[in-house]
């Protein structure tokens, strides 16, 4: 078996036909049985399906172009883009374009560092050329929406998205981003019905959380407490068993720990959380706990006209609720305080005595106050009681 060029390991030419390129693929499988030779097996089955795909086969003999320079280009350009050395990025991808300047993928990695270098005019131009060129290119189009919604072109970016959803309905981030064209538009009921029409194509599964999840804030934002009562019963509604619940649980925390503590469909989301749980989980339930520290008991929370979602297309806001984990830490109480009772117990007692006072007091004032503050009650109701049996001659 060779390990390097495709059509040689196949013994055929890089002319091969498709009827030639499958004989020669049989003859191999043959000689090399899955169940004798699984590894050979193996690597024929990928020579044959890349050579056999027009398009992988396009891009593979690219790669293969000028002793293997085309890929190291391709490799280097996408280690610059993801050390964001995006000047260096262009300057090898202009060199390239200079031997392949037709090549699909060299102009698409050209548009997307026009892209970060926030050249938006010439990555638009770019991604124009290639959607008229392929337009059955599904990236393209995405990349060309994006685009127009990270300039605040809501319209030009909802007609890309909804040609998209045409494409592809199964594709749920395609609705999710054409729905938030339309909350950025001021159409929230468009917004809204993007949504119930992709849930409405097949029978909804924790998986479809996310498009249910846009309509939790979109109810929110139309102020429309009954369609926000409803989205909350659906996404309840997902925990059809254990692994669902669990599922389930971890995209809302997902969600909910991207939410501001003064935000209040905190409250609410976690709400929904608590009663999903149903104390199942141990981890949900410290995690719980622990919001409850932040933002305060689980109240029901009144209603505020002007709730602000996060945007699909945004950065997600400063994480300020904990993740899940352990919340068991006894609340600590005041430096002063445990300087102070310390130094009352060492002068008037022992100095010993006043130190351990003092560690005592910070590390577990929260548990001893709620000690002194029950053994205090249990004092004022013996007193009352005594002062009663003194007045009826007792």
């Known amino acids: ?35 004798a030779h699984p590894e050979e097996f193996e690597f024929y089955t990928k020579v044959y399906k890349t050579l056999k795909d027009p398009e992988r086969r396009k891009q593979y003999d690219l790669s293969i172009q000028d002793g ?44 997307q560092c026009y892209f970060f ?59 999710i981003n054409l729905s938030n064209c339309f909350l950025h538009l001021g159409e929230l009921d468009e917004a809204c019905q ?41 996404i309840e509604s997902l925990a059809e068993n254990a692994e669902d619940r669990k599922k389930l649980l971890q995209l809302m925390i997902d969600v909910a720990v ?3 503590t003064d935000n209040y469909l905190l409250k609410e989301l976690v709400q929904t959380i608590k009663k999903i749980n149903r104390n199942s989980d141990a981890q949900v339930s410290r995690w719980i706990k622990k919001v409850e520290i932040e933002v305060g008991p689980l109240e029901e929370p009144e209603a505020d006209p002007s709730p ?14 904990h993740t899940t984990g352990d919340s068991s830490e006894p609340v600590r109480g005041s430096v002063l305080w445990a300087i102070i009772f310390g130094l009352v117990i060492a002068f008037s007692i022992e100095p010993f005595l006043g130190i351990v006072i003092g560690i005592v007091w910070y590390f577990f004032a929260g548990p001893i106050k709620s000690v002194l503050s029950c053994l205090g009650c249990l004092g004022a109701v013996l007193f009352v009681l005594a002062i009663m049996l003194d007045s009826c001659g007792l």
């Open 1 to 35: 078996m060779s390990s390097g060029n495709y059509y040689e390991s196949l013994g055929v030419s890089e002319t091969v036909t498709a009827v030639e390129l499958q004989r020669a693929y049989v003859r191999m499988i043959r000689q090399y049985t899955n169940e």
């Open 308 to 321: 602000l979602p996060r945007a699909n297309n945004q950065s997600p806001p400063r994480r300020q609720v």
């Open 117 to 175: 270098l926030d050249m938006p005019s010439e990555a638009e131009e770019l991604l124009l050329f290639l959607v008229e060129e392929y337009p059955q290119n599904e990236l393209y189009l995405s990349q060309l929406a994006s685009l127009y919604f990270s300039q605040d072109e809501f319209r030009e970016s909802a007609a890309l998205y909804k040609r998209l959803v045409e494409k592809d309905p199964e594709e749920n981030n395609y609705s």
């Open 194 to 234: 993007v949504l119930e029409n992709k849930l409405r194509m097949s029978t909804v599964t924790v998986y479809d959380f996310p498009l249910l999840s846009e309509l939790y804030f979109l109810t929110a934002i139309k102020n429309d407490q009954r369609y926000h009562e409803n989205i909350i019963s659906r």
């Open 258 to 260: 991207g939410l501001d």
């Open 68 to 111: 293997g320079q085309y890929q190291e280009n391709i490799e280097k350009i996408q280690v610059g883009f993801r050390n964001e050395q995006y000047n260096q990025a262009m300057t090898l991808i202009r060199q390239t374009i200079k031997n392949y300047p037709d090549d699909e993928r060299m102009l698409n990695l050209q548009a």
